[in-house]
């Protein structure tokens, strides 16, 4: 991993051009459509990971649309983007623990079949997408987010495949629940990786910012 998860990235990262624009616009599209997908999936299938996985693929939706909003803005703007953000993976990492803790007292077994397929579906989705904004993940605390949500969300979909692979294997809803959680988990460290990177952006932009000096 670069160095921005020991907050070595720069201003002096790739510049912002039509290639990554464009980058941008296919992300949106592909997460908006699996959001439909796994949504439609995760309630037939009964599974808590499969719909936390929806519920990421909306948000990172909503996130590339903020990041195109803001893509020729300086800096400062592009780090309140990016704080906004990390924000929302913070609180959704804490929407999977609940879900999870819910579903873990309901008890509700997953159709193993139907996850496993839906996931190798959503893992093409996010490998693609990831192969398109590799190149920009040194960039920014808002470049750097995007590049977060990508790598995560394939991250998660390869956990949702073998977990369904658990739950076939063991009859128990405990390698689906298992994966929520994992899920929450690099939301809430992505949120804390990005939120960190954003306030120093911020900071440094108004300290430097004219009529900012003492």
Request: with cysteine; aromatic share 8%; hydrophobic share 55%.
């Amino acid at each position: 991993m670069s160095a921005c998860c020991n907050g070595g990235c720069s201003a002096s990262a790739p510049q912002v051009g039509p290639r990554y624009r464009r980058a941008l616009w296919v992300a949106l599209m592909v997460n908006a459509l699996m959001f439909v997908v796994e949504i439609v999936g995760g309630m037939q299938a009964g599974s808590v990971s499969l719909l936390a996985d929806a519920v990421d693929f909306a948000g990172d939706a909503a996130n590339y649309g903020l990041s195109l909003a803001v893509l020729s803005m300086g800096l400062l703007w592009r780090a309140r983007a990016a704080l906004v953000k990390g924000l929302s993976m913070g609180a959704y990492g804490l929407f999977v623990l609940a879900k999870t803790a819910w579903a873990a007292k309901t008890g509700v077994l997953p159709e193993a079949f139907t996850m496993g397929a839906i996931g190798l579906v959503a893992l093409a989705a996010n490998v693609s997408v990831a192969a398109m904004l590799y190149a920009f993940r040194d960039g920014d605390a808002n470049m750097r987010s995007v590049w977060l949500c990508s790598r995560n969300d394939a991250i998660v979909n390869i956990a949702i495949i073998l977990a369904a692979f658990g739950v076939f294997g063991t009859g128990t809803a405990w390698p689906d629940l298992l994966v929520a959680a994992v899920v929450s988990s690099l939301a809430l460290a992505a949120a804390v990786s990005v939120i960190r990177q954003a306030r120093r952006e911020i900071a440094l932009e108004t300290a430097t910012a004219p009529g900012t000096a003492g």
